[in-house]
């Protein structure tokens, strides 16, 4: 092991998502030689061309900068993962249409790659994976007769605060061996001020507690919403004079389309591990996913939708974001476009050729609802009726 020698230090495999990326940015932006491995040509080619192929603050000029240091490169040809010492997988488990999870599907990614895995290779797994995955991976690589250690290190920044957390939050690696714990958190010292050991079993169900807890936390709050609306009152207003200097309930939650590629999925992986006994976790699913269909049938009780355009602004998953990945938004869509006379949207940060300008839907829509609390909204300037759950405009979220 001590004599191979590697021309990259780090590969990163799906390198030009919204995980790889800013991780191998963030790499190559402390003097690793780093290389995002990606199957997309056209989005190899963007990021070869330093221009990001979606919205991240800071990213820009920080792939511009490693570019130009020629410590950052973007590639198609598999043939780079038998250049690096470092290998960085950021494939997660997959769900299908009913939200079982697919635990042989990081295996198959990785057995892919198998011609050209080297001996003294470190192997990171970095997405979400289901719990027993890593194992399956260990074994997978045994059977290859190669020396490669493996670990598995989860990901935990937030879409849009991925140069803040990358380098400020603990970050968590594991490994079966004290070789593998040694190798990982010497990498990721390379970013992050400090590292928690803990056993893969642990850092697997360390990445799905985490994403369960803030789902069952937004469920909570879309719960206590729907009371406080049935009986005519203001959520915003009582969370208000329940968190105002009282520590015990700072953390609540407003109301809100609790969405997006992880929470939802991460919490039925979980569920599917313990053999769907996680009441808590399929209650938290009713709640969030059926908020769009309680909110446009308190819609309804008011206005007569059957006569009436609505315009649906915001339809990323989150704030500040041109993500629609399981962005409710688009629930909430189909449940208008069956109930009222049209739909039409808008979005800043999304692009759609569907979609219009702002001005445009505030002109012609009879009825406004807010998808996704982006800035820009906060002051919508109509006289038309405002679905604000958000309470973005400050006057309320009763419906």
Known sequence: MEGTIFSRDIVVVGGCGRVGLPLGIAFAGRGLRTTAYDINPVAVDIVNSGVLPFDEPDADWRLREVRSNELFDAS????????????????????????????????????????????????????????????????????TGLDIDVAFCPERIAEGK?????????????????????????????????????????????????????YIKFAAANQLYMIANEHELDFERIRHAIRHNYPRAADMPGAGLAAGPCLLKDTMQLAAFH??????????????????????????????????????????????????????????????????????CSDPYVKDPSFVELDEVLRRADLIVIGAPHDAYRTLDTDKPVIDVWNLLGQGVRV
Request: aromatic share 6%; glycine share 6%; no cysteine.
């Open 76 to 143: 198609v040809d598999p043939s780079v993962v038998s250049q690096t010492e470092h290998l960085v997988v950021v494939v997660g488990t997959p769900v299908d249409e009913h939200l079982n999870p697919d635990p042989q599907a990081v295996v198959t990614a990785i057995s892919q790659l198998s011609p050209h895995l080297r001996d003294g290779q470190l192997l990171v797994l970095r997405s979400t994976v289901y719990p027993g995955v890593t194992r399956l991976v260990e074994q997978f690589i045994a059977s």
């Open 275 to 344: 053999e769907n006994n996680f009441t808590l976790g399929h209650a938290s699913m009713m709640v969030n996913e059926g908020l769009p269909l309680y909110l446009v049938g308190r819609i309804e009780r008011e206005h007569d939708l059957s006569n009436m355009t609505v315009g649906l602004i915001g339809m990323a998953f989150k704030a500040e974001s041109d993500d629609i990945r399981s962005s409710l938004s688009y629930k909430l869509r189909r449940i208008l476009r069956f109930k009222s006379a049209g739909v039409i």
């Open 162 to 214: 991925a140069f803040v957390e990358l380098f400020e939050l603990p970050q968590i690696v594991s490994g079966r061996t004290d070789r593998a714990i040694t190798r990982a958190t010497k990498l990721f010292e390379r970013i992050a001020n400090e590292t928690i050991a803990v056993t893969p079993e642990e850092a697997e169900l360390a990445k799905l507690f985490t994403n369960t807890w803030r």
